[in-house]
């Protein structure tokens, strides 16, 4: 074989670009890509946090986080060749834990079953959910779905997960507790006797101001470095413990530990719902953030449409799918991948940067499964205000668009659910539509999945301990 000619050779960032007329050098690509991963590593630590709630092994939840993270952002950039980085998403791993999997436990606990994991069956729905949106993201029936879905409904649910994170970011300070009180059960101020005196929630507290301030200077990894900060403060008052070593070999025991034939027995209604709320807010959470990072980037075209979002969207179909076969929540778009693109990163030079220091963080999982509740609630505190900013694009004069979308932003954290949020916006929003003679403005898929929601809600007493 003979030697390429020199003139004919392609440097690694040529074959990461997506398109011939975008500028890149490849010191800044690499810039952005150090950026990006500094700002979104603070899910190496939420995620486990979150999802161990469930009784999955805190230290398998690092590794599954790092390794669908990494895959699924190296994939970004060979395959899709943009600037974007994947991770298991905020909001979704909160459905999971909060309220799937305890769900699922109620109706296994009620109907006698035993030996059985409800994370597991969870699992299924994600990876179910996955492959959907693999097949939805090879035809043209995703771009129906996406537009058959009212935008002030897709603002509303990001803003309502927003608002459902920050809940559990206050609970998880020990800031608020549920209301004893003869009058009901209402979230409440923790009164407890050392609330505002123990070092957790007094941590809690000032990492949580020491990261807004942090984001106020546009500092990168603001939220990184709360957490880092809140872990070695409770290490030094006694209320965390330092990992017992630093390196150690990844442990994937959650490889391939969904459930699907759980999932089948819960029912047509209930797996369908489980199944479609992650769908939903997976989708939409992926093409409004592609949409937003293509325009920042330089590719949002002049008609609206995102240039490559097919291979965007396949990337995102597939991470949700490896992600639950390695054992976590739905894998989605990070829309912190904007820290990096506005360092430079304009090719996937910079996603592969990001997906190389996720699977080097692998071996030092010990370090990212130590921290306690206290010290990432201050990343759910304010990663709740980052998703409630949605709320700025809602029409709030149309009442037959707001009305649905404050239904839906407001029983996510009140009814502590955010299924039961999706479906409190899509039945309101049909019905007011019809009420007022504006039919028209009903796609007929909101119909039916408002429909599926009606048929859920009614039939709670059945299938809900």
């Not at 097949?135 to 995703?142: A, C, D, E, M, N």
């Not at 309101?428 to 403005?441: C, F, M």
């Amino acid at each position: 074989m003979g030697v390429i000619p020199v003139a004919q050779q392609k440097s690694l960032l040529e074959y990461l670009k997506p398109e011939p007329h975008i500028q890149a050098d490849p010191k800044r690509e690499v810039v952005a890509g150090l950026t990006t991963f500094m700002t979104m590593a603070y899910i190496l630590f939420v995620n486990p946090a979150i999802l161990s709630a469930t009784g999955m092994p805190r230290e398998a939840l690092v590794a599954a986080t790092a390794a669908s993270a990494g895959l699924a952002t190296i994939i970004m950039a060979v395959y899709a060749k943009m600037p974007f980085a994947l991770a298991p998403g905020m909001g979704l791993n909160g459905y999971f834990a909060f309220t799937v999997v305890p769900f699922i436990a109620g109706i296994l606990s009620r109907e006698g079953v035993t030996g059985v994991e409800p994370w597991q069956i969870a699992l299924a729905a994600v990876f179910v959910e996955g492959v959907i949106f693999i097949l939805l993201s090879v035809t043209k029936v995703r771009e129906t779905v996406a537009h058959s879905i009212p935008n002030n409904l897709k603002y509303a649910i990001g803003a309502g997960i927003g608002l459902f994170l920050t809940l559990i970011g206050f609970n998880d300070a020990g800031i608020i507790t549920a209301s004893t009180t003869p009058d009901g059960h209402l979230i409440a101020l923790s009164m407890n006797a050392n609330t505002f005196t123990s070092a957790p929630t007094l941590i809690a507290i000032i990492f949580t101001l020491v990261a807004a301030i942090l984001l106020a200077l546009r500092i990168p990894g603001a939220l990184l470095v709360s957490i880092v900060l809140a872990i070695i403060a409770g290490i030094a008052t006694g209320y965390a413990s330092p990992p017992s070593r630093v390196f150690a070999t990844p442990d994937f025991s959650l490889f391939l530990k969904m459930d699907l034939g759980g999932l089948a027995d819960l029912g047509v209604f209930t797996a369908t719902v489980i199944v479609f709320t992650f769908f939903v807010v997976d989708f939409f959470d992926t093409l409004g953030t592609a949409t937003g990072l293509a325009s920042l980037a330089g590719y949002l075209r002049e008609d609206g449409k995102v240039e490559r979002i097919g291979p965007v969207l396949l990337t995102d179909a597939i991470g949700t799918t490896v992600g639950a076969m390695l054992g976590t929540s739905t894998v989605t778009t990070y829309i912190e991948s904007a820290s990096g693109i506005e360092e430079g990163g304009r090719t996937g030079l910079t996603s592969l940067v990001v997906g190389l220091l996720f699977l080097v963080s692998l071996v030092i999982a010990p370090v990212f499964s130590i921290a306690p509740s206290f010290a990432t609630a201050p990343a759910l505190i304010i990663v709740g205000l980052l998703m409630a900013r949605a709320i700025k694009n809602i029409d709030l004069q149309d009442y037959t668009e707001a009305i649905p979308a404050f239904l839906t932003i407001t029983s996510m954290p009140f009814l502590y659910s955010i299924s039961d949020g999706i479906g409190m916006g899509f039945i309101s929003y049909t019905v007011l539509k019809l009420a007022t003679g504006r039919w028209r403005e009903v796609h007929p898929i909101v119909a039916v999945v408002a429909l599926i929601f009606l048929g859920y809600f009614l039939s709670l007493p059945s299938i809900k301990p």
